[in-house]
């Protein structure tokens, strides 16, 4: 926690968040807007050559980001840096991560789940011994040809 919101708990007492939201409901506490240091918000135009460059930092990251979605390496998680830069100083991108990261929190939550975990193993193994099966006949009738035997 930051200095500026245990200030703010000391001068009003802190309401318990709602059922259900836990540290959910000390992000929404922490409010919304520019993160940008104090000395840089005072200058309207120092403060939007800030922002400029936040956007465009933020945009050639989410650029190679998608750029590596097809290519290897790790494009979603690029991108999602490229969203938390955006998040230090736009609103709207805070709103996505927030509900992003409400989305992936409720996913795992899911996937823990004992009936849930079950199917997906029974499903999995189940894929997997009918890809065996395609790939025995596949041997059966065709053999392996090692690429480095060339008959010549």
């Given at each position: 926690?930051?200095?500026?919101?245990?200030?703010?708990?000391?001068?009003?007492?802190a309401?318990?968040?709602?059922?259900?939201?836990?540290?959910?409901?000390?992000?929404?506490?922490?409010?919304?807007?520019?993160?940008?240091?104090?000395?840089?918000?005072?200058?309207?135009?120092?403060?939007?050559?800030w922002q400029v460059?936040?956007?465009?930092?933020?945009?050639?990251?989410?650029v190679?980001?998608?750029?590596?979605?097809?290519?290897?390496?790790?494009?979603?998680?690029?991108?999602f840096?490229?969203?938390?830069?955006?998040?230090?100083?736009?609103v709207?991108?805070?709103?996505?991560?927030?509900?992003?990261?409400?989305?992936?929190?409720?996913?795992?939550?899911?996937?823990?789940?004992?009936?849930v975990?079950?199917?997906?193993?029974?499903?999995?193994?189940?894929?997997?011994?009918?890809?065996?099966?395609?790939l025995?006949?596949?041997?059966?009738?065709?053999?392996?040809?090692?690429?480095?035997?060339?008959?010549?």
């Amino acid at each position: 926690m930051n200095t500026g919101s245990d200030e703010r708990h000391e001068v009003e007492p802190a309401a318990a968040p709602p059922a259900g939201q836990g540290e959910q409901g000390e992000q929404e506490e922490q409010g919304l807007g520019s993160k940008a240091p104090h000395f840089i918000k005072r200058r309207r135009a120092l403060h939007i050559s800030w922002q400029v460059g936040v956007f465009i930092v933020g945009l050639a990251v989410v650029v190679a980001g998608i750029i590596m979605l097809p290519l290897p390496g790790p494009g979603w998680v690029v991108i999602f840096c490229g969203m938390a830069i955006w998040a230090t100083e736009f609103v709207w991108a805070q709103l996505v991560l927030r509900w992003t990261k409400r989305k992936v929190t409720e996913a795992a939550q899911r996937a823990l789940d004992p009936k849930v975990r079950r199917r997906n193993i029974i499903l999995t193994s189940i894929g997997l011994v009918i890809v065996g099966v395609l790939l025995g006949i596949y041997v059966w009738e065709f053999g392996i040809v090692m690429p480095w035997k060339i008959d010549a």
